[in-house]
């Protein structure tokens, strides 16, 4: 997370992301948020963003310490899962997206109008993993991937993947 507001802050990112059921893990993008926040805004950012989709599963990077008691204190984010960055670095983050992305398991809405979606594939493609300047939506897609392969086992017991589902959508790597 990011938290200031001024206009040399990395943006913090939300994504809202579908996980079709079945051992495929794919994975649909369904909306992406990347904004500056004041640090006693993320949480209410997270809060309009559950309000709107109604997530069944909310993961938040870890991050500054008040981080946890702003969140608690939204009664629209489901319990969350804490996601630890370990230290590891974005790349090495980022590999589970880009595993998941090369084998063509991600997809983007048909409908290309959404005004997140040029910035995102523009952060995707420019990428880097060297101490790039946007990197906050790439690093949101890699704790999608990551909670993809998380609870694959789980998600693989609701039964197979539906590819009718997929016939709307567009790959994001072709």
Same mark, same amino acid.
């Given at each position: 997370w990011a938290w200031s507001?001024?206009?040399?802050?990395?943006?913090s990112a939300i994504g809202t992301f579908a996980l079709l059921p079945g051992p495929e893990r794919y994975i649909l993008i369904l909306d992406?948020?990347?904004? *500056?926040?004041a640090l006693h805004e993320l949480a209410r950012a997270i809060a309009a963003v559950c309000r709107r @989709?109604? +997530?069944?599963?909310?993961?938040?990077?870890?991050?500054? +310490?008040?981080?946890?008691?702003?969140? *608690?204190?939204?009664?629209?984010?489901?319990?969350?899962? @804490?996601l630890p960055t370990q230290g590891k670095p974005k790349l090495t983050r980022a590999i589970p997206a880009i595993t998941l992305g090369e084998s063509h398991k991600i997809f983007? +809405?048909?409908? *290309?109008?959404?005004?997140?979606?040029? +910035?995102?594939?523009?952060?995707l493609a420019s990428f880097t993993g060297l101490d790039d300047d946007s990197d906050d939506m790439v690093? #949101?897609?890699? @704790?999608?991937?990551? #909670?993809?392969q998380r609870f694959q086992d789980a998600y693989a017991r609701v039964g197979e993947a539906v590819p009718e589902l997929l016939g709307g959508?567009?790959?994001?790597?072709?």
């Open positions: 507001q001024k206009d040399t802050a990395d943006h992406v948020v990347s904004e *500056r926040y @989709w109604r +997530p069944s599963l909310v993961g938040i990077e870890q991050g500054h +310490p008040s981080l946890h008691d702003d969140v *608690r204190e939204q009664r629209d984010i489901p319990e969350p899962t @804490w983007l +809405p048909e409908d *290309r109008t959404p005004s997140w979606i040029e +910035p995102f594939l523009n952060q690093d #949101m897609l890699a @704790w999608a991937a990551y #909670m993809a959508g567009q790959e994001l790597w072709q």
